[in-house]
């Protein structure tokens, strides 16, 4: 779009008075009313609020410009989009030389790189610099390090498509923000604030802990992994206070002068007096839930080693800035810092290793934030609409597997939101005093003591993780501070004669949220030592809870369940079995918090989660699914093999449920896209209902009530696959030792070379990828195949391995030299050189149909030529080539997704179990019609096999397209022919084809 006229007329204006405006004399706070605020108005964005949107809901945050030091404590515009932050704007009068100055840039890189932005923008008018946010700052960076985008005043109308494009409020609306901000990590790599931080704060572990054990040979490991946590934790909280100037700034860094420890004990004193938080706790008070601490206080740490943690903790060295790192991405650190912990060697010397269940696990998943809000706004969000304070006081909310709070931490942030957007719509605000103040610049803020209210009645959490208690507490604390200045709390602190921060010891609890006391009095656990007890934290519900518990349970319940696997449950198995009705002997951990969550709500509460999507047609998630029927299950949507969590593939699903009985139907969305922004909306728009009895016992398949229709329609038309081919459904050949029995086509030649007699036991071999549909790539590959007890049938009488090394004496000599690992092989043979029993190698010998274990979709061939396979692929012997025809068809396909669930990539497992439900219509070859339908189904498949013979000798590229046309056009007529054996409508057709 061409540039407005507001655009022209700042530019002109700007020119035209350029000597006065670039003048040190002229203020930035000038040139944001004349020039910044116009420029992004013309953007589309509401930069006074014109609208009235509520604070948390403004286009644009405006912050006042507070000097900290060399620092300011926040940039100058933070743009939202819904309230999520998308980028910052920093603001310089034009007298500061943006190109050149690398300080500005610096500057703003902190802030949006700590802040978790991809883009942010710097301006003065005069010019106007993008940079890229995501990679970490220093403080010798050019000031065209990570810029991807400068322009002059001069450019502005020419390049008004350009800017529009990306920074309007219309592009950032329609995701084009998001793109180009997606590009240009691409392009450039990154190194998240996150990651960064937790590398910062890992560091500080390693070498706290190694002084700590060496200063303090008493301590226990437990005790020194106590101290260690709440040194980082402490230090952390007054760092983030002093950037948002609740703290004096520098504080921490005078403490780290001579005996720093002892300094910081006394900054730790004062805290407990202002703060009252758990976090520094060191006398007994009474009506506090927790004892006090008395481990810290009498520890040694040297002075070095804190010195070095804290000074590296402040401008310019630090690349931090901690005024705008918000909890939620503190809590991303903790969650992946909280999947270690401190050993102790023999020597009492310090050892950091990642636990047992995280390493089993592939490493920690922590939930986006895109995710917490969806799963916030379905779940608490429904619950507020409508309600008023009072009435929301009754909500009470529980994440019974906490972490480091994240949930809790969006639970509590919609809560403030409710209640602010509530006191701030009245129309006599005097009446909420006590629960709203305004600050200088006229907004509106809940008060302290108001925003600990609500915290301590809403908000609760458990964790079998002592450590990872404590984060909740400290993100949650630091989320009561956001907004807060040292000013505004004195304040607040003097009116009401308290101190600032709840203590959080009744709210957030450590124990085992699955398993009661009742565990101790069974059996075998009265036996238990002090180390396992302590390791199955067994937790009372109604002990712990007592007033939520005695009022019915808890509205809400959200999280993430540990995703723990079956092997890792050990003896709490038989717990399981006993005390719930969804056990199953090798269900993962997260189906007991299904259950156990469930049975902890209020009638029609409401349940949110992220969890694995395996449950829905996993032999194991049988009795959940059944014992899900009896609830009220609102949403699912199902993320398939999207990368939701990183480094991860987990297949994860979103469910919301409600504790009341059934309706006939719920919601369920197969997302095909990863798009954070739109989540909300995609799940809106592609929703389809899932009637509860259109779902199989065997497995639950998302699909809407047509597609329910057609799958039963198609089941209905034929026998399952298993029964067609009488069980003759076989995965290939398990040797234990590829490096010895499979061989190249080279010691194939050189074996035979040497013995003749080598060949009777040389058979081709192929792997999953060499099958394709129609056709095998042979890639000269060979199975040497001595099957289990074939040499005591003919070694008559003879020692075996002089038989064996007589009768073939070249294979005998190449297996010899792999002799010792043969050995070794759990599945071999009655002798080492045989391969592992097996019923059906006869079957290999014979006409077949072929096809791989994964792949896009099912890739079927023939085989006449006696071909082996390994375990990656299957075999069903028999020559039917109106089978193969079926198998390799888009109604095949359709079936089975809709059966199964996909791998990353969209690939396809194909696993026995549901290979055997595959309907096969059997036609009566009595009948002309069927017989003829057959026959050229039969030709076809003949016609098919030849074509991808003759394309894979084919040379020329005309050639080679004349036969794709020809291979496009026959599998088109077979898909035809498949409609209609199986009766399917044109309506039916558009849905298989997904038209």
Same mark, same amino acid.
């Given at each position: 779009?061409?540039?407005?006229?507001?655009?022209?007329?700042?530019?002109?204006?700007?020119?035209?008075?350029?000597?006065?405006?670039?003048?040190?004399?002229?203020?930035?706070?000038?040139?944001?009313?004349?020039?910044?605020?116009?420029?992004?108005?013309?953007?589309?964005?509401?930069?006074?609020?014109?609208?009235?949107?509520?604070?948390?809901?403004?286009?644009?945050?405006?912050?006042?410009?507070?000097?900290?030091?060399?620092?300011?404590?926040?940039?100058?515009?933070?743009?939202?989009?819904?309230?999520?932050?998308?980028?910052?704007?920093?603001?310089?009068?034009?007298?500061?030389?943006?190109?050149?100055?690398?300080?500005?840039?610096?500057?703003?890189?902190?802030?949006?790189?700590?802040?978790?932005?991809?883009?942010?923008?710097?301006?003065?008018?005069?010019?106007?610099?993008?940079?890229?946010?995501?990679?970490?700052?220093?403080?010798?960076?050019?000031?065209?390090?990570?810029?991807?985008?400068?322009?002059?005043?001069?450019?502005?109308?020419?390049?008004?498509?350009? /800017?529009?494009?990306?920074?309007?409020?219309?592009?950032?609306?329609?995701?084009?923000?998001?793109?180009?901000?997606?590009?240009?990590?691409?392009?450039?790599?990154?190194?998240?604030?996150?990651?960064?931080?937790?590398?910062?704060?890992?560091?500080?572990?390693?070498?706290?802990?190694?002084?700590?054990?060496?200063?303090?040979?008493?301590?226990?490991?437990?005790?020194?992994?106590?101290?260690?946590?709440?040194?980082?934790?402490?230090?952390?909280?007054?760092?983030?206070?002093?950037?948002?100037?609740?703290?004096?700034?520098?504080?921490?860094?005078?403490?780290?002068?001579?005996?720093?420890?002892?300094?910081?004990?006394?900054?730790?004193?004062?805290?407990?007096?202002?703060?009252?938080?758990?976090?520094?706790?060191?006398?007994?008070?009474?009506?506090?839930?927790?004892?006090?601490?008395?481990?810290?206080?009498?520890?040694?740490?040297?002075?070095?080693?804190?010195?070095?943690?804290?000074?590296?903790?402040?401008?310019?060295?630090?690349?931090?800035?901690?005024?705008?790192?918000?909890?939620?991405?503190?809590?991303?650190?903790?969650?992946?810092?909280?999947?270690?912990?401190?050993?102790?060697?023999?020597?009492?010397?310090?050892?950091?290793?990642?636990?047992?269940?995280?390493?089993?696990?592939?490493?920690?998943?922590?939930?986006?934030?895109?995710?917490?809000?969806?799963?916030?706004?379905?779940?608490?969000?429904?619950?507020?609409?409508?309600?008023?304070?009072?009435?929301?006081?009754?909500?009470?909310?529980?994440?019974?597997?906490?972490?480091?709070?994240?949930?809790?931490?969006?639970?509590?942030?919609?809560?403030?939101?409710?209640?602010?957007?509530?006191?701030?719509?009245?129309?006599?605000?005097?009446?909420?005093?006590?629960?709203?103040?305004?600050?200088?610049?006229?907004?509106?803020?809940?008060?302290?003591?108001?925003?600990?209210?609500?915290?301590?009645?809403?908000?609760?959490?458990?964790? /079998?993780?002592?450590?990872?208690?404590?984060?909740?507490?400290?993100?949650?604390?630091?989320?009561?501070?956001?907004?807060?200045?040292?000013?505004?709390?004195?304040?607040?602190?003097?009116?009401?004669?308290?101190?600032?921060?709840?203590?959080?010891?009744?709210?957030?609890?450590?124990?085992?949220?699955?398993?009661?006391?009742?565990?101790?009095?069974?059996?075998?656990?009265?036996?238990?030592?002090?180390?396992?007890?302590?390791?199955?934290?067994?937790?009372?519900?109604?002990?712990?809870? %007592?007033?939520?518990?005695?009022?019915?349970?808890?509205?809400?319940?959200?999280?993430?369940?540990?995703?723990?696997?079956?092997?890792?449950?050990?003896?709490?198995?038989?717990?399981?079995?006993?005390?719930?009705?969804?056990?199953?002997?090798?269900?993962?951990?997260?189906?007991?918090?299904?259950?156990?969550?469930?049975?902890?709500?209020?009638?029609?509460?409401?349940?949110?989660?992220?969890?694995?999507?395996?449950?829905?047609?996993?032999?194991?998630?049988?009795?959940?699914?059944?014992?899900?029927?009896?609830?009220?299950?609102?949403?699912?949507?199902?993320?398939?093999?999207?990368?939701?969590?990183?480094?991860?593939?987990?297949?994860?699903?979103?469910?919301?449920?409600?504790?009341?009985?059934?309706?006939?139907?719920?919601?369920?969305?197969?997302?095909?896209?990863?798009?954070?922004?739109?989540?909300?909306?995609?799940?809106?728009?592609?929703?389809?209902?899932?009637?509860?009895?259109?779902?199989?016992?065997?497995?639950?398949?998302?699909?809407?009530?047509?597609?329910?229709?057609?799958?039963?329609?198609?089941?209905?038309?034929?026998?399952?696959?298993?029964?067609?081919?009488?069980?003759?459904?076989?995965?290939?050949?398990?040797?234990?030792?590829?490096?010895?029995?499979?061989?190249?086509?080279?010691?194939?030649?050189?074996?035979?070379?040497?013995? %003749?007699?080598?060949?009777?036991?040389?058979?081709?071999?192929?792997?999953?990828?060499?099958?394709?549909?129609?056709?095998?790539?042979?890639?000269?590959?060979?199975?040497?195949?001595?099957?289990?007890?074939?040499?005591?049938?003919?070694?008559?009488?003879?020692?075996?391995?002089?038989?064996?090394?007589?009768?073939?004496?070249?294979?005998?000599?190449?297996?010899?030299?792999?002799?010792?690992?043969?050995?070794?092989?759990?599945?071999?043979?009655?002798?080492?050189?045989?391969?592992?029993?097996?019923?059906?190698?006869?079957?290999?010998?014979? %006409?077949?149909?072929?096809?791989?274990?994964?792949?896009?979709?099912?890739?079927?061939?023939?085989?006449?030529?006696?071909?082996?396979?390994?375990?990656?692929?299957? /075999?069903?012997?028999?020559?039917?080539?109106?089978?193969?025809?079926?198998?390799?068809?888009?109604?095949?396909?359709?079936?089975?997704?809709?059966?199964?669930?996909?791998?990353?990539?969209?690939?396809?497992?194909?696993?026995?179990?549901?290979?055997?439900?595959?309907?096969?219509?059997?036609?009566?070859?009595?009948?002309?019609?069927?017989?003829?339908?057959?026959?050229?189904?039969?030709?076809?498949?003949?016609?098919?096999?030849?074509?991808?013979?003759?394309?894979?000798?084919?040379?020329?590229?005309?050639?080679?397209?004349?036969?794709?046309?020809?291979?496009?056009?026959?599998?088109?007529?077979?898909?035809?022919?498949?409609?209609?054996?199986?009766?399917?409508?044109?309506?039916?057709?558009?849905?298989?084809?997904?038209?």
């Amino acid at each position: 779009m061409p540039a407005p006229e507001i655009i022209k007329e700042l530019v002109e204006r700007f020119e035209r008075n350029l000597k006065a405006y670039k003048s040190p004399a002229y203020k930035e706070d000038q040139l944001r009313q004349e020039f910044i605020n116009p420029f992004f108005e013309a953007l589309g964005w509401d930069m006074e609020n014109r609208s009235g949107a509520a604070p948390q809901y403004r286009d644009v945050v405006h912050e006042d410009s507070i000097k900290v030091a060399k620092g300011t404590k926040a940039p100058d515009y933070a743009f939202t989009l819904a309230g999520r932050k998308m980028f910052f704007v920093e603001a310089k009068k034009p007298a500061v030389n943006i190109n050149k100055d690398s300080e500005p840039a610096y500057q703003l890189r902190r802030y949006a790189w700590s802040a978790g932005l991809p883009l942010s923008i710097l301006t003065n008018f005069a010019e106007f610099a993008v940079y890229e946010a995501r990679k970490k700052p220093k403080k010798d960076d050019k000031p065209s390090t990570e810029r991807i985008m400068y322009l002059t005043y001069k450019d502005y109308v020419e390049k008004w498509d350009e /800017i529009y494009a990306i920074f309007s409020k219309e592009a950032v609306l329609k995701g084009e923000f998001d793109r180009f901000a997606e590009e240009s990590r691409n392009k450039r790599g990154t190194t998240p604030v996150d990651e960064e931080f937790l590398k910062e704060i890992e560091g500080w572990r390693v070498e706290l802990a190694r002084n700590i054990a060496l200063r303090n040979p008493n301590l226990s490991v437990k005790e020194l992994n106590y101290a260690v946590q709440r040194t980082i934790d402490r230090i952390i909280f007054l760092r983030m206070c002093e950037d948002r100037g609740v703290e004096r700034y520098g504080r921490l860094l005078e403490a780290a002068e001579e005996d720093v420890y002892a300094a910081l004990l006394k900054l730790y004193q004062e805290a407990d007096e202002k703060y009252n938080s758990g976090l520094f706790h060191f006398k007994p008070e009474k009506g506090r839930a927790t004892e006090p601490d008395d481990i810290t206080p009498n520890i040694k740490i040297d002075s070095k080693v804190l010195k070095r943690i804290i000074k590296g903790l402040y401008y310019p060295e630090s690349p931090y800035e901690f005024s705008v790192i918000s909890p939620e991405i503190l809590g991303q650190v903790y969650e992946q810092f909280l999947g270690k912990v401190i050993r102790l060697t023999k020597g009492h010397r310090a050892k950091v290793e990642e636990k047992p269940e995280v390493k089993k696990a592939g490493g920690v998943y922590y939930t986006p934030q895109y995710i917490v809000n969806y799963i916030v706004e379905n779940t608490v969000g429904k619950l507020c609409k409508g309600k008023t304070p009072k009435e929301m006081e009754k909500i009470k909310i529980l994440d019974s597997a906490c972490g480091s709070g994240s949930f809790l931490l969006g639970a509590y942030t919609r809560l403030l939101e409710e209640h602010l957007r509530y006191y701030t719509s009245a129309k006599n605000k005097k009446r909420y005093r006590d629960r709203i103040y305004q600050d200088k610049n006229g907004e509106w803020h809940l008060t302290i003591r108001e925003k600990k209210r609500i915290l301590l009645n809403s908000i609760y959490g458990v964790d /079998i993780d002592e450590q990872a208690v404590e984060v909740t507490k400290l993100s949650l604390l630091l989320k009561v501070l956001e907004g807060e200045n040292k000013d505004a709390l004195e304040r607040q602190q003097k009116l009401w004669r308290e101190r600032a921060l709840p203590d959080l010891g009744n709210n957030i609890k450590c124990g085992n949220s699955l398993v009661g006391t009742d565990y101790y009095a069974s059996g075998v656990q009265m036996t238990l030592f002090d180390e396992e007890r302590e390791r199955i934290n067994a937790f009372d519900w109604e002990k712990e809870f %007592p007033e939520v518990m005695k009022n019915g349970g808890f509205d809400v319940i959200i999280g993430n369940p540990p995703y723990v696997r079956q092997e890792m449950l050990g003896k709490l198995k038989n717990y399981f079995k006993e005390h719930y009705e969804v056990y199953h002997g090798t269900a993962d951990l997260y189906v007991y918090f299904i259950e156990r969550s469930m049975k902890l709500l209020k009638p029609n509460g409401i349940y949110g989660i992220i969890v694995a999507n395996k449950w829905m047609r996993a032999n194991y998630g049988k009795p959940l699914r059944e014992w899900l029927k009896k609830w009220q299950i609102v949403e699912i949507l199902d993320f398939g093999d999207l990368p939701v969590f990183k480094k991860a593939t987990t297949y994860p699903c979103i469910m919301i449920v409600k504790a009341s009985k059934p309706r006939k139907y719920f919601w369920a969305v197969n997302l095909k896209t990863l798009e954070p922004a739109r989540l909300k909306e995609i799940a809106r728009k592609e929703r389809f209902k899932v009637y509860y009895s259109n779902l199989d016992d065997s497995g639950w398949a998302l699909v809407s009530q047509e597609e329910a229709k057609l799958l039963e329609k198609l089941k209905n038309a034929g026998i399952p696959l298993g029964e067609y081919v009488q069980g003759k459904i076989y995965y290939g050949i398990k040797t234990g030792l590829n490096e010895a029995f499979v061989i190249d086509g080279e010691t194939r030649d050189r074996l035979i070379r040497e013995d %003749p007699k080598s060949a009777e036991l040389i058979k081709p071999f192929l792997v999953g990828k060499d099958i394709k549909r129609y056709r095998i790539e042979f890639r000269d590959r060979y199975l040497i195949l001595i099957p289990s007890g074939w040499t005591n049938e003919h070694k008559k009488g003879r020692s075996a391995w002089e038989w064996f090394s007589s009768e073939y004496p070249a294979i005998a000599k190449h297996l010899a030299q792999f002799e010792e690992k043969a050995k070794k092989r759990w599945d071999k043979g009655e002798y080492w050189w045989e391969l592992r029993p097996c019923d059906y190698y006869e079957e290999f010998e014979k %006409p077949k149909i072929m096809f791989p274990d994964i792949a896009l979709r099912m890739q079927a061939t023939y085989d006449d030529k006696a071909f082996y396979c390994v375990n990656t692929a299957y /075999i069903i012997p028999v020559g039917d080539k109106y089978l193969l025809g079926i198998l390799n068809s888009k109604m095949v396909h359709f079936y089975y997704a809709n059966i199964t669930s996909t791998i990353r990539g969209g690939y396809m497992r194909f696993i026995r179990q549901y290979l055997e439900m595959i309907p096969i219509r059997v036609l009566d070859l009595s009948k002309p019609e069927e017989r003829r339908m057959h026959d050229e189904i039969v030709n076809y498949v003949g016609r098919m096999l030849e074509l991808h013979r003759e394309l894979g000798e084919a040379r020329l590229p005309g050639e080679k397209e004349r036969i794709k046309r020809q291979i496009d056009g026959i599998d088109r007529a077979i898909d035809s022919l498949v409609y209609r054996i199986y009766g399917l409508t044109d309506e039916e057709i558009r849905i298989v084809e997904g038209r």
